[in-house]
């Protein structure tokens, strides 16, 4: 592994750069994360604690075992499983087209970038500590359609952050929405948040209608803040509370 390992990322999907990002002009790279192994107990509604109206703390939180989470999660379509290695193909034939690279935070990849890239989502299997996260390809028949991904926002794991990608033959028939809403169900369930949110390009249209059709709730809009593939864009920030979602 590289070291200079990924700080965390403000926008969706950033977290799984390589090295640090690059600094925008005046500006500073991200921090690397520390590590903080530690989850929240489960009650018998499936929901952590944490999800209620008390702030965690140090002596409220216990480490939660991966077992908690079952996979593959399976969706009325969908399989969402772990990734393995010989996803290559697969991942390259749609995170290798400029369309989907557009907004997030890479160029097209590269067979050699993507088995870089599936070699660090492997161990992605549950939200255990500040650097883990939950990364799963959804497959559609058999064949891995897209993937979806939840880190953890901060060293209490309470809040946590998703992206997703998928290929541009699928687009326009929900596979996206079904995977995202079993993505918020497992943050909100077994990771046991209290809060997700989603940062998307202002330009990324079909990524903020997802959101909004999850029931996300537009929550800001930062002008000219994020630096990528030499401009300034917007930023959107969706969120969704557990309790919104449980309602
Ligand atoms: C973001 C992205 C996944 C959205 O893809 P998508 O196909 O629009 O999303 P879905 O698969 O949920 O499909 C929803 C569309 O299908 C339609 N649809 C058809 N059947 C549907 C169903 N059963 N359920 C929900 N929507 C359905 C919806 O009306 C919607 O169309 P609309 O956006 O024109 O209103 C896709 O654009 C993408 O991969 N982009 C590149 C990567 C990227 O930018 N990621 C964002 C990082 S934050």
């Known amino acids: ?7 965390a990322g403000r926008r ?13 002009p005046g500006g500073r790279q991200g921090q690397p994360h520390s590590l903080s192994p ?16 008390r702030p965690p703390t140090e002596r409220s ?10 996979l593959p999660i399976r969706t009325e379509r969908l399989c969402l499983r772990q990734h393995r290695i010989d996803d290559v193909d697969a991942l390259v034939s749609y995170y290798g087209d400029p369309v989907v690279a557009r907004y997030i935070p890479w160029q097209p990849w590269s067979a050699e970038f993507a088995a870089t ?20 390809v959804a497959e559609y028949e058999g064949e ?30 929900g596979f996206a929405t079904e995977a995202v809403r079993a993505l918020i ?11 997700v949110i ?3 390009d202002g330009r990324n249209k079909a990524s903020t209608r997802l959101c909004e059709r999850v029931g996300m709730v537009r929550e800001g809009f930062l002008r000219r803040d994020h630096w990528t593939k030499g401009e300034w864009t917007d930023t959107v920030v969706y969120g969704l509370l557990a309790e919104e979602w449980r309602g």
């Open 1 to 7: 592994m590289p070291a200079g390992r990924a700080g």
């Open 38 to 53: 530690r989850c929240r107990p489960l009650t018998p509604h499936g929901l952590s604690d944490r999800a209620h109206a």
């Open 61 to 70: 939180l216990t480490r939660c075992p991966i077992s908690e989470l079952t």
């Open 12 to 24: 969706g999907c950033t977290i799984w750069y390589i090295a640090r990002p690059p600094a925008a």
């Open 198 to 200: 989603a940062q998307v």
């Open 185 to 195: 169900d497992t943050a909100f369930g077994p990771c046991g948040m209290h809060r």
């Open 144 to 173: 891995v359609i897209g993937d979806v991904v939840l880190w953890p926002a901060d060293e209490t794991l309470s809040r946590g952050e998703m992206g997703w990608a998928f290929h541009p033959t699928v687009w326009g028939r």
């Open 117 to 136: 890239m599936i070699d660090r989502r492997i161990p992605g299997t549950g939200i255990t500590a500040r650097d883990s996260r939950l990364a799963l």
